[in-house]
């Protein structure tokens, strides 16, 4: 592991300084909207610093307009990775774009965090060439919050689309990942996990989602966290857990699922209210209602799917999120920051190997 990896070499980051570095030309709705998400963060956090990348002659006129040019650094980078860049060939030239320039702050050690709006595919691939998985993960994972029933308002799911595939050794290693980020990202201090499954009977499920079964909850009281067993799909929202384990392809048809429906709830919501006079009358009285429900389901409010299984944090923004979302996925990552996640992430991770063949050797010697 190389120590640019792995050690702030100087900079903000090195003095305690809370840095963030900002990709400004991934988003659908172009730097302007990620300027103003950034003029939102920074009236909530004054005492954040950002570095952000993208043409100087398009983010200067911006940053003075919003009277941030005092307080953001750019960073000049010219070319840009589109949203339909395959991955491959986001790798083989992206240097001098912004989302490549964004990852070497972090990588330097001049930022904690880096920030994307842009193409998924191409930031996870950069961020594992230049930032490296950790030691001991073999697939990283994108972790995601979910609505919920719980006090914290939210569950943590991961995979989100990393990866299609996860065995069990990665279903474990998500299980103490999932686990780290509820403690620092939702202040919960002793998460729920439980595992995505077909059913909740031990006999259901796939033989490594019967295996991981087994290895997570052995590693569990070495892992800091609660094991509540097999879940299905309608407790991700619920008060039950406060970590959903899955691989990649279930996790991301689960999360496009919930949201297409959310969007068809609201929809038909809005067309009823408006339907007749009398409705749009009894809206007029539950407006206060609706709007503490729209808020509560709002996904902007949770924007920002973290990248977790690398050396360092890196947050994915919705392509297609507003200034609202922007700053909601930026005061994630001022919060992620500030919690020291990714060494407690490292150090979590490292447990995992051990903690993943002591499971296995206990799950094969009680077999």
């Not at 003029?39 to 919003?66: M, N």
């Not at 966290?225 to 097999?230: A, H, L, N, P, S």
């Not at 808020?295 to 977790?308: A, E, I």
Request: aromatic share 4%; hydrophobic share 40%; with cysteine.
């Amino acid at each position: 592991m190389s120590q640019a990896a792995t050690e702030p070499t100087s900079g903000p980051a090195a003095s305690g300084d809370t840095v963030l570095s900002v990709d400004a030309m991934g988003g659908d709705n172009g730097p302007a909207t990620v300027v103003a998400g950034l003029a939102r963060f920074l009236g909530q956090r004054p005492d954040a610093k950002v570095i952000l990348h993208g043409p100087e002659g398009t983010l200067s006129p911006l940053l003075q307009k919003r009277q941030l040019a005092d307080k953001v650094t750019v960073r000049a980078a010219d070319d840009t990775v589109k949203m339909t860049d395959k991955p491959s060939h986001v790798v083989r030239n992206a240097k001098g774009t912004s989302m490549w320039s964004a990852i070497e702050a972090v990588r330097s050690g001049e930022a904690q965090v880096c920030v994307s709006c842009g193409n998924t595919g191409g930031l996870m691939a950069l961020s594992m060439l230049r930032l490296r998985k950790a030691d001991g993960v073999n697939r990283p994972a994108i972790a995601c919050l979910w609505p919920s029933f719980n006090s914290a308002g939210f569950n943590v799911m991961l995979d989100a689309g990393a990866d299609i595939r996860a065995d069990q050794d990665d279903l474990l290693a998500y299980a103490l990942m999932g686990a780290s980020y509820a403690r620092n990202g939702l202040d919960i201090r002793r998460p729920r996990v439980g595992l995505l499954n077909v059913g909740v009977e031990e006999h259901k499920g796939r033989a490594e989602l019967k295996v991981a079964h087994e290895m997570i909850g052995k590693a569990a009281d070495a892992g800091d966290f609660d094991y509540v067993g097999f879940i299905e799909g309608g407790d991700i929202p619920s008060d039950k857990v406060d970590v959903i384990v899955t691989d990649g392809f279930t996790g991301n048809v689960a999360l496009k699922t919930g949201e297409g429906t959310a969007n068809l709830i609201s929809t038909h919501l809005r067309n009823s209210l408006k339907s007749n006079p009398l409705s749009m009358l009894g809206a007029v009285f539950a407006q206060g209602a609706l709007r503490k429900l729209r808020n509560k389901v709002d996904p902007r409010q949770v924007n920002g799917g973290v990248f977790l299984g690398l050396n360092h944090t890196v947050i994915k923004s919705h392509g297609s999120a507003d200034e609202t979302g922007v700053a909601a996925a930026l005061n994630l990552a001022y919060r992620l920051a500030q919690a020291g996640f990714s060494d407690k992430l490292a150090a979590r991770v490292a447990s995992a190997v051990s903690l993943a063949q002591d499971a296995a050797e206990e799950t094969d010697a009680t077999s």
